[in-house]
């Protein structure tokens, strides 16, 4: 249950099933904090780049394919990390989105 909950959208698995088990629980809204953060930071950046780099030419659509690619990379580090520290009963703590889990 605890590698479901950094798997997106199907944190809500544990999070709705296993009500009894803090752990799980703690690990369910940490994935899916996690998750809606990720997709917030990708609209915010199709929104800059519909508004914004599209009208610089081919260097911003490069540099936009570059960020992307970062940014995938980066989050899939993050979840795998995650899994990891969660397999081995520890919690994984980004400072603003585990408080905000937190406080679901």
């Not at 800059?48 to 995938?72: D, K, P, Q, T, Y």
Request: positive net charge.
């Amino acid at each position: 249950m605890v590698v479901l909950s950094y798997l997106g959208p199907l944190a809500l698995i544990p999070l709705l099933t296993k009500k009894d088990d803090a752990d799980i629980q703690w690990h369910a809204k940490n994935g899916l904090s996690i998750f809606v953060a990720e997709f917030a930071v990708i609209f915010v950046w199709v929104i800059l780049e519909i508004l914004v780099l599209r009208h610089l030419g081919c260097l911003s659509w490069l540099l936009g394919r570059a960020m992307n690619c970062v940014f995938a990379i980066g989050c899939l580090v993050i979840f795998v990390m995650a899994i990891m520290k969660a397999l081995r009963g520890e919690r994984f703590r980004l400072p603003v989105i585990s408080d905000f889990a937190e406080k679901m």
